[in-house]
């Protein structure tokens, strides 16, 4: 069997050489399903702290993604438009600086699954499924009666946001951004789950009784992995909403979210790799079955159906022979 370290090296150093190989031999479509890749895995990384370290099953997640999505697209779109944005006595300007971008699609995600966590935190099971459902659809048709922002018809973005020193416009390049972001979320993946806070988390999804007599609160430390695992994921949104320099109403819909959970299955829950195994597989199998069928969610299906039944730890936990976590 394969050490999971290796796995996950193979995994991503597999992603890079895809986009690479396609660079050299001028296949630019290539290249844009690698990063569409690239910023599910990203966005399903952080997903995966909350479901695969916490056992926390959101169905809601795509609200994070979607307001990663719209931070960046209202932020671009004033930028372009040269107007600002007026909230009370506060006026915000719009840009198109990345890193800007970045740090607001990052801040109101965080903020906004601190107040979905301390909610949705009180109840467990099926309960937490429902509240988080909930949330994510209530963030939809908001943004769906949003006029001012496009609603049900979303918002275009005319150019790619910029990054200093970076021509984001070319393909590649905006590839490595991508690909670095979805890097150190692994990185921050990995450090946390060997560190104190992945080591209680851990035992609060296994145990919550028994972590609770020891002095640590359950609900607490499920509530920082879920702002962390929504950080990560609004950050997933702002980029795939520059991917496609368009933003709209289905970055909040709740069969993203399925998505999202679809793709932490594939790979395996809990496995650093997964993520990145799942989504590589899920645009392939999109891109590849989708050109011969418009049912080729029927083969997913299957896939899925095939993992669960016989491989509960994912294709990780066949390569590596270790079942995952039970969540």
């Known amino acids: 069997m394969i050490p999971e370290r290796l796995v996950t090296i193979g995994a991503v150093a597999g992603l890079l050489a895809v986009a690479l190989g396609a660079w050299a031999l001028g296949e630019i479509f290539t290249i844009t399903l690698a990063t569409r890749a690239a910023i599910l895995a990203l966005a399903a990384t ?7 370290y916490g056992g926390l099953v959101s169905l809601g997640h795509a ?3 979607g307001l990663g999505g719209y931070a960046m697209g209202i932020l671009a779109f004033h930028a372009q438009s040269y107007t600002s944005l007026e909230l009370g006595s506060l006026t915000i300007e719009g840009t198109k600086s990345m890193p800007v971008i970045w740090l607001v699609a990052v801040c109101v995600s965080a903020l906004a699954a601190w107040v979905i966590g301390l909610l949705s935190l009180r109840t467990g099971g099926v309960y937490f ?26 918002l275009p973005i005319y150019l790619r946001n910029s990054f200093p020193g970076v021509d984001t416009l070319v393909p590649v390049q905006f590839f490595g951004l991508c690909f670095a972001a979805l890097v150190l979320a692994l990185l921050l ?13 851990n035992a609060a999804r296994q145990s919550p009784a028994r972590v609770a007599a020891v002095g640590i609160s359950p609900t607490r430390v499920k509530l920082v992995a879920f702002v962390i695992s929504g ?7 702002a980029l795939y909403a520059d991917l496609n320099r368009f933003v709209s109403p289905a970055m909040f819909s709740w069969q993203l979210s399925g998505e999202l959970i679809v ?4 790979g395996g829950v809990g496995r650093l790799a997964g993520p990145v195994i799942g989504a590589c597989l899920f645009v392939t199998l999109e891109h590849w079955l989708g050109g011969l069928t418009d049912f080729w969610h029927v083969w997913l299906g299957a ?9 509960r730890g994912g294709i990780v936990g066949l390569l590596t022979g270790k079942a995952g976590p039970h969540v």
């Open 46 to 52: 952080g997903l995966n702290i909350a479901l695969g």
């Open 189 to 201: 993946s990995a450090r946390l789950r060997s560190a104190p806070l992945g080591l209680a988390l």
């Open 63 to 65: 609200a994070f993604f």
């Open 231 to 237: 950080a990560i994921t609004g950050l997933a949104g």
């Open 303 to 311: 896939i899925l159906l095939g993992v669960v039944l016989f491989a």
């Open 129 to 154: 499924i429902m509240i988080t459902l909930a949330f994510g659809q209530m963030f939809y048709y908001f943004a769906i009666s949003w006029s001012a922002y496009g609603g049900e018809d979303g």
């Open 263 to 266: 793709l932490v299955i594939l």
